[in-house]
């Protein structure tokens, strides 16, 4: 074999190999941009947003975890979001899929970094932990629903929740 025959064949798969390279790249990028470039579709459904209030006897619910879980078909569907000063807010990414959702209301403990500021370095400060106290009928056994519009403006869900009874008159 001669020297510009080989170095032909080596020029030759070193193209080749780059070809390949290049398609890879734009199939990986075609798949990725346009296989999961929309959050909103679900294999089981459409997501939405959906916002609304959380109270607790009559005050808003100061923290907390709200979760709504819809059982499409194929196996349960879960979106969490944050109650901040009795506020949750889910976009169309991060949302319940449309259709009739069970939902738990769950208390949230101190951060350790609200635990360090609210004990201003004084170590011996005795700090209450103490998660708020939500029944465990609006969580673990929670029987709260909620029908989820595919028309997200119309997804504004408030929930009023109740530790002590009515007083009876």
Sequence with gaps: MSAPSMAARLSLSLRRLHVCVYTFAVGLFCVTTLGFGDAREDSRGVRVA????????????????????????????????????????????????KGEARVEIHPVGLELEQFEAT??????????????????????RSKLTATISADSTENYVNFELATRQASKK
């Design 119 to 140: 004990r201003d370095g004084n170590v011996r400060k005795r700090i209450d932990v103490t998660p708020m106290d939500i029944p465990t009928k609006y969580n673990v």
């Design 50 to 97: 959906v916002d609304g209030s959380v109270t607790l006897n009559g005050e808003l619910l100061p923290a907390g975890r709200i979760i709504f879980i819809t059982d499409q078909g194929d196996g349960q569907v879960k979106a969490a979001a944050e109650i901040v000063n009795g506020w949750y807010s889910f976009t169309d990414q991060n949302g319940p899929l």
